[in-house]
């Protein structure tokens, strides 16, 4: 049987194989295109879980160990494949509820309901992938089951198999076999349970690598959100704290009555055994006081109480041109507002003007977990909250935000910048809910999106050798051709993507191009494009992508 310490010790084994052999895994990744790649997400995904199982005590019965790393993992989701983990351990949490320790059975009932959960998230399972890896083990560890076999040779055949159905994977989808490679998230798949086999074994923890910082430009923290927080400051203090219940059954409700009564931006969560209480009052030592009626404080993390005002004012001392801020949570005051995702100091304010309530920076380079956008979603002060992800890579991430709020979210499937600008200019205000969604949709749905990137990896794709640095350009994001030259390319590619019906072409140009290159790009477009089309040049200030253009 594995113990609570046990299967703690296993994920944080897990954890650190995966950080360690990350680039391995993002290697895999046939598609040249820079982007956050799979080892990079599914690591920090389960590196979320390794942080709050490191701070358990120990002795722990095996359903809460895998609660608490479920819930970490569903938070700090990152990516589509980030996303997939985190839904295999909640379905693996579901599965060891209530046990205090685990066998064989258990966690052959608990890889099976992760799978169920994986599949059911996605709206079109492909075979050749994770999914189909972790299918395979969950229905091996089924039929091993049904013997007598000892737990940790269960779980070396399971990684067998696992590791049998990965190198399957080439011959399962056309573009791993021409580039002879496996899925890269079924790698990881493979990794973690190995490393949790290896902790089972009672294998020394590995030396855990330097984190990578990968392809972002170190200057910008993708991770944090931008808010614009120029608003005036009704009480001083800063007040956080969470109090473990002396009983299940009392009401948090009542808490925050009385908070609302001292103070505002009173944020009030709580489950069967902890209340977590965010504030702003002139009298924190009320806000303190009134919490012991409840229960005790914690240690890890202790309650903090931060003057706004003097942050305010170094911030203010502090400002630069592109400002960032950690979201603050506010309670509704309007019907509808929203949260997009986007990076470039250009691309934030174009949102932002055009009626955004809040920014997540992120996108190709970088995903955004759940969390961030779980954040934003509480810092924006509508019952209703639009969130934009702008990427295909960010919105299972987004989606995963929905039952997590307290408030109702609508995710719109934007996949690209452009799409995320469309839906927003579509956005009537006089209109109900259902049909702005619906509006919002369509209106994305019919801008048709060219980018102009570099090639982050040599690649054989749809027939052409690409060649690392090489420019690419791609229609809808498959890519139509490479060019040497950044502006020849863009130009091309706008001229194939413009039809005769086309009425708008908007050109986003990104941090690595000149407002200089950009006019004589705009220049050679209006030589060419019917007189009826009209075009804008945006500096979006946008990494990753030298430019987005937008056809409609």
């Not at 002060?381 to 295909?392: D, E, G, Y």
């Not at 139509?480 to 019906?501: C, G, H, I, Q, W």
Request: with cysteine; aromatic share 6%.
């Amino acid at each position: 049987m594995i113990t609570g310490n046990q299967l703690k010790a296993a994920m944080i084994h897990a954890a650190i194989l995966i950080n360690n052999r990350r680039r391995e895994v993002d290697e895999l990744n046939v598609y040249p295109v820079p982007d956050g790649d799979t080892g990079t997400n599914m690591s920090m995904t389960i590196s979320a879980a390794k942080r709050e199982l490191e701070l358990l005590q120990n002795h722990l019965p095996v359903s809460q160990v895998a609660d608490t790393a479920a819930s970490a993992m569903l938070r700090g989701a990152r990516g589509n494949s980030g996303v997939i983990l985190s839904l295999l351990f909640r379905g693996f949490s579901k599965g060891l509820s209530g046990l205090k320790e685990a066998g064989v059975a258990d966690f052959a009932n608990a890889l099976e309901l992760g799978v169920a959960g994986a599949y059911k998230a996605v709206m079109k399972p492909t075979e050749g992938t994770i999914l189909t890896v972790s299918r395979m083990a969950a229905s091996k560890a089924q039929e091993l089951a049904k013997t007598d076999i000892e737990l940790l040779d269960f779980w070396q055949e399971i990684c067998k198999e696992a590791n049998d159905v990965l190198k399957q994977t080439t011959e399962m989808l056309p573009a791993l076999k021409k580039a002879n490679v496996v899925d890269a998230g079924g790698q990881g798949f493979c990794i973690i349970m190995e490393g949790m086999l290896e902790s089972f074994r009672g294998g020394a923890l590995p030396e855990e690598a330097a984190e990578r910082t990968g392809s972002v430009d170190p200057k910008v923290d993708f991770n944090s959100a931008v808010a614009q927080y120029d608003e005036e400051i009704n009480f001083t203090y800063c007040t956080e704290y969470i109090v473990e219940k002396h009983d299940s059954a009392a009401d948090p409700a009542k808490l925050r009555a009385y908070l609302e009564t001292i103070g505002d931006c009173v944020v009030v969560v709580d489950d069967d055994e902890i209340i977590k209480v965010h504030v702003h009052t002139d009298n924190p030592g009320l806000a303190i006081a009134k919490a012991l009626e409840f229960g005790s404080f914690i240690n890890d993390p202790k309650p903090k109480i931060e003057n706004m005002k003097i942050q305010h004012q170094n911030k203010v001392k502090e400002a630069t041109i592109v400002r960032q801020q950690e979201f603050v949570p506010v309670e509704p005051n309007k019907e509808i507002g929203f949260v997009a995702v986007a990076a470039g100091p250009g691309l934030e304010r174009t949102f932002l003007d055009l009626g955004v309530d809040q920014v997540v920076r992120g996108g190709q380079t970088m995903n955004p977990s759940t969390d961030d956008i779980l954040r934003a979603i509480h810092a924006t002060p509508a019952k209703t909250v639009f969130v934009l992800p702008n990427n295909k890579n960010i919105i299972m991430a987004a989606e995963q935000a929905v039952n997590l709020a307290n408030r109702n979210v609508c995710v719109l499937q934007t996949r690209t910048i452009p799409q995320g600008i469309a839906a927003m200019l579509a956005y009537d205000d006089m209109a109900e809910f259902q049909e702005n969604r619906m509006q919002m949709a369509k209106a994305a749905e019919h801008v048709s999106t060219g980018s102009i990137t570099f090639a982050a990896r040599d690649s054989e794709l749809d027939g052409h050798t690409i060649h690392k640095d090489e420019v690419l350009a791609l229609d809808n994001g498959k890519l139509s051709f490479t060019e040497k030259d950044v502006n020849k390319a863009a130009y091309k590619l706008t001229r194939k993507l413009v039809k005769n019906d086309t009425s708008y072409v908007t050109i986003i140009y990104g941090a690595d191009v000149t407002e200089e290159q950009s006019q004589r790009l705009k220049e050679m477009l209006h030589a060419k494009l019917n007189s009826r089309v009209e075009l804008t040049l945006i500096n979006g200030g946008q990494p990753v992508y030298y430019y987005l253009i937008s056809v409609e």
